[in-house]
């Protein structure tokens, strides 16, 4: 006879479904995108970055505008969203996916087909 899950267990299996889930979305949708910018709290991936350096006498300051963007947050209702500003003082990696003129090579059926959803048509409302 196995035990009853307790409310924390059942807690933990839902946060390990959620980032499960986070993971393979990060997948699918990773090549979509030109920037992957790393933050101490955050990961986004986005199209569009303008990066400032604001010099400060105590510590370094980035402020981080970004379009077209994707947000690594299991808790958020939607991931992606048109525009995001970050102010930091800690360390930013940007790396580049690809070129100025490189177009991303997934299309949204074959987006939907990786995350394992269907796109719904005109036919289907």
């Known amino acids: 006879m196995t035990a009853p899950m307790s409310h924390l267990d059942e807690l933990d299996e839902f946060e390990a479904e959620l980032e499960l889930a986070l993971k393979k979305e990060y997948s699918a949708v990773f090549g ?15 199209n569009k970055l303008d990066l400032q350096y604001v010099p400060q006498q105590s510590y370094p300051f980035f402020q981080l505008k970004m379009e077209d963007v994707w947000v690594w947050d299991k808790n958020r209702p939607t991931r992606i969203i048109p525009r995001a500003e970050v102010y930091t003082s800690s360390d930013v990696t940007v790396e580049e996916l690809r070129g100025d003129g490189d177009e991303p090579t997934l299309t949204p059926e074959a987006l939907a087909e990786r995350i394992g959803e269907s796109l719904a048509s005109d036919d289907d409302l």
């Open 32 to 46: 979509l995108f030109r920037y992957c910018v790393l933050t101490q709290d955050a990961t986004y991936l986005c």
